[in-house]
Structure formats: C-alpha cells, structure tokens
C-alpha cells in the first residue's frame, strides 16, 4: 500500500489550501481515512476522517474550516483547509485505517506534507 500526500506549501492567514492524499490499487474503497497533523516536538494529532460511505467527522479545532472529502473512483482523499491560522501550520499526514464503532484506528500512513501558515 502507497499513499502520497500533496498540496502543502505555504498558505496566508485567512487563506486556503487543498491536500490530497492519492492512494495505489482501490485500498480506499470500503475503508476509512484519517489526516492527521504533527507540529516538530509534539504528538500527531487527528483532524479528520471520513468513512468508506462518506460520513465524516472533525476535531473541534478544525470544525467549520477544513472539509474532508473523497473521489473513491478515483481512490484521492481530499482536505480542503480554509480560513487558515498560523497554528495549522504543521507536517500533515494521511491515512488509511477502520472504525470500530466511533473511533478510527489508522494501519498506513502516506509520507507527509508540510503545510506552513505565515504572512
């Protein structure tokens, strides 16, 4: 299993950016998946997820500003980033796990992205 996380770049506050996580083979399909983020120092952390029949859930600090979403045709995970603040800058991960229950439990993990907020 690959996945290969993209679109992170530097990013104005207020701005927007998109990642994209694009997976090899259908390991999408029927799955859940998570992006997380981690600041140099710290623990990941989860931001969102979405389940295979496209529900999806956000940590609250990130509710309202980031959209997650999924193309299942074409096996890409999407992250929409919204009214960018400079704590969101962090290395983003994706990746591709299950739920039991509520609760996601991640098995792979895409490369990362750094994406960096700043004037």
């Known amino acids: 299993v690959q996945l290969q996380a993209s679109g992170g770049g530097l990013g104005q506050p207020g701005g927007s950016l998109r990642l994209s996580c694009a997976a090899s083979g259908s390991i999408f399909r029927g799955s859940g998946v998570g992006w997380y983020r981690q600041v140099p120092g710290e623990q990941r952390e989860l931001v969102a997820t979405?389940?295979?029949?496209?529900?999806?859930d956000y940590k609250h600090f990130v509710k309202g500003r980031y959209t997650i979403s999924r193309d299942n045709a074409g096996d890409t995970v999407y992250l929409q980033m919204n009214r960018l603040k400079p704590e969101d800058t962090a290395v983003y991960y994706c990746?591709?796990?299950?739920?039991?229950?509520?609760?996601?439990?991640?098995?792979?993990w895409g490369q990362g992205t750094l994406v960096t907020v700043s004037s």
């Open positions: 979405i389940t295979s029949a496209g529900n999806t």
């Open positions: 990746s591709v796990g299950r739920f039991v229950g509520s609760y996601y439990y991640p098995g792979y």
